[in-house]
């Protein structure tokens, strides 16, 4: 496609639900980027995939965020036993193959977590 | 080794200036400035590599301290459109090369007529 699309663009789940969030890169992009943004807050860094491998997961929160990359192209983050607290938007991110080239953003999938 | 933006918010009337400004505890490598309106994804406005180059971009420019390890933003005669919340992106210098970017907390710009 022309960018990066995330679905869905909204979720609304209970906690203690597992939710799976969806990223498409922009065609031919090899590094992906996944972050989280609170309610008026900055891009808090989760994980960085450089074709299929995560050479940095740094970021994520706690054991139950969890993400994969499959053919080098479409990304999932999972949140397992979601919490409250997990609450926000999730946006994905996609450059050309040098890991800190452009990054294009996807428009987000708001989650919350009632 | 996120870096620390200031200010944290600003508010000008339509036509005025503004600057913003990045710092880095760590050398940097490069540094990137996106824009993100309310509601919406960030968008890229400039990237600066070390050797304290400057960009611009339309009525946006911006220079880069490699001494100093900073950034600074330039708004001049600003816009309504200009408003939004400006985050920076540092790159780290590091052996084995350049990776991922970290983002500061944002600069919080309002615009009024």
């Known amino acids: 496609g022309a960018g990066v699309s995330q679905s869905p663009s909204n979720k609304v789940t209970e906690k203690g639900k597992d939710v799976e969030l969806r990223c498409d890169p922009i065609?031919?992009?090899?590094?992906l980027y996944w972050y989280r943004q609170s309610l008026g807050q900055g891009l808090e860094f989760l994980i960085y995939f450089q074709g299929n491998s995560a050479p940095d997961k740094s970021g994520l929160p706690s054991d139950r965020f969890s993400a994969e990359r499959t053919g080098g192209s479409v990304s999932t983050l999972t949140i397992q036993r979601t919490q409250q607290e997990d609450s926000a938007v999730y946006l994905c991110?996609?450059?050309?193959?040098?890991?800190?080239?452009?990054?294009?953003f996807g428009p987000g999938t708001r989650l919350t977590v009632l | 080794q996120q870096p620390v933006q200031s200010p944290q918010a600003v508010i000008l009337r339509e036509g005025e200036d503004a600057v913003i400004n990045c710092s880095s505890s760590k050398a940097l490598y490069s540094v990137h400035w996106y824009r993100q309106k309310h509601g919406e994804a960030p968008v890229f406005l400039m990237i600066l590599l070390k050797g304290g180059e400057q960009k611009g971009h339309e009525k946006i420019s911006a220079s880069f301290n490699e001494k100093k390890q900073q950034s600074s933003l330039y708004l001049t005669a600003s816009q309504l459109s200009y408003s939004g919340t400006y985050f920076c992106g540092t790159e780290l210098l590091i052996i084995q090369g350049a990776q991922k970017l970290v983002f500061g907390q944002g600069t919080r710009l309002t615009i009024n007529p």
């Open positions: 991110a996609s450059s050309s193959d040098r890991g800190a080239d452009t990054q294009y």
């Open positions: 065609s031919g992009h090899t590094a």
